[in-house]
């Protein structure tokens, strides 16, 4: 390939890519300027096409956890893919990664693969909307569990940052079926399935919501959802993509002891290749064809390379537990921010769980897509410059969350820390 600068590559790409980027929150609209190119990427590192090294606190928006380009999931996928790319058939590795899924994740009891975590939340959905014979579906705002049509309803991600939660092309008879609630509100639950006894298939949501910045629930809160659930015989789905494997092996619902119907995964069982997955209730799951009557599939469901990629990378999290690491270096980053903001006088909240935090320039505690909205995203993006100009890359949007790998350790978490202060210094 002829090595060209980032600003050259984006004007090759906006002639023939919408946009020029082929995921929305890539195009740096937010924060504004024009984006960059990477050429390759080792450790914590960034590499760009105009030969900068960055510090990524974006980790490919979740999957590397242990750096990029490891030198044992680059083996893996070699190994791999010395046998083929895809052979359309079940493959050894498609079971391995369920007994490694089904040991870790506590609710799950049988899963099934799939390509990305949009198709393991749709799939999610008509699962539970099979089981219940129900047709309603309860989201919170600001939760994105992907772009299909049920779900990019008041939604996080990308969508909060241009401006537009609502996509056009979804039907409003669509739309009708999904009840959109507040997150961390109790009564605005009560009442959605006060309002519609016995047509709610599922409440679905992120556990720690982190497409509109990082949320945490307030104390109790989850196993109200539980209880809500269970009493109206609705499916609870925990939309762990982000968390899953991040905040802990067992995702959030080891941390908080909260047992899921539904589970959907994606990001880090697929070593940095794309994947999804979705497990649950064997009494659930096994309403899936071939089996059951509620239809799925996908030709590169389970591939090899992504499932060898996937396996390495959970065997890593098993043999170095590296969890406490992580969230000493996302307290660091944490306590950085906090300081410099007080220094400063900026108000200022930063949300931190583990090796996941993000950055709200407002005074009120954010507590739900509400509060989030009040942010200073303009500020913000003085603020993403300010870090980029000297090497650290974050978020391009004030609503995103922030990734840690373990290959931050040491130097790099120390250089990004003192970056972050001397960019809320000249804010």
Not at 116 to 143: H, N, Q
Request: proline residues 7%; contains cysteine.
């Amino acid at each position: 390939m002829t090595l060209m600068t980032s600003e050259q590559l984006f004007a090759r790409a906006r002639q023939l890519i919408p946009g020029g980027v082929n995921s929305p929150v890539r195009a740096f609209r937010s924060v504004g300027g024009a984006p960059f190119f990477v050429k390759s990427a080792t450790g914590a590192t960034l590499t760009t096409a105009d030969d900068r090294d960055l510090i990524d606190f974006v980790c490919t928006w979740g999957p590397a956890i242990h750096g990029h380009n490891h030198p044992r999931i680059k083996a893996a996928i070699a190994e791999a893919l010395d046998h083929g790319t895809s052979f359309g058939t079940p493959n050894p590795y498609e079971v391995e990664m369920a007994e490694l899924i089904v040991a870790l994740v506590p609710s799950i009891e049988k899963v099934r693969m799939c390509n990305s975590g949009t198709e393991a939340t749709m799939s999610a959905i008509r699962l539970a909307r099979g089981f219940t014979r129900r047709d309603k579906i309860i989201k919170f705002s600001g939760c994105y569990h992907g772009h299909s049509d049920s779900l990019l309803i008041k939604a996080g991600s990308g969508a909060l940052t241009h401006g537009n939660p609502d996509s056009a092309g979804v039907p409003a008879s669509f739309a009708r079926e999904t009840v959109v609630l507040p997150f961390n509100n109790r009564d605005a639950v009560t009442a959605a399935f006060a309002a519609n006894p016995g047509q709610i298939a599922c409440i679905i949501l992120e556990p720690y919501p982190a497409n509109v910045g990082l949320i945490l629930p307030e104390p109790g809160y989850l196993a109200f959802l539980r209880e809500q659930c269970t009493s109206n015989g609705a499916v609870l789905i925990f939309d762990e993509v982000m968390t899953g494997f991040r905040v802990a092996k067992g995702g959030v619902q080891e941390i908080e002891r909260i047992k899921p119907d539904l589970t959907t995964l994606g990001k880090i069982i697929g070593g940095g290749l794309p994947v999804g997955a979705f497990g649950g209730r064997a009494e659930i799951m096994d309403n899936l064809a071939p089996v059951g009557p509620v239809y799925q599939a996908g030709t590169l469901s389970g591939n090899p390379l992504a499932m060898a990629a996937g396996i390495t990378a959970l065997k890593m999290l098993k043999e170095e537990e590296p969890y406490p690491r992580l969230d000493r270096m996302g307290r660091q980053i944490r306590d950085t921010l906090l300081s410099a903001t007080r220094a400063k006088g900026i108000p200022a909240t930063v949300p931190q769980t583990g090796s996941m935090f993000s950055l709200y320039l407002s005074p009120t505690l954010v507590r739900d897509y509400a509060t989030a909205l009040q942010t200073d995203a303009k500020l913000f993006g003085k603020f993403f410059h300010a870090c980029l100009s000297k090497g650290v890359y974050l978020p391009p949007s004030a609503f995103e969350a922030c990734f840690i790998s373990t290959a931050h350790e040491g130097s790099a978490i120390d250089r990004a820390c003192e970056i972050m202060s001397d960019a809320v210094r000249s804010l």
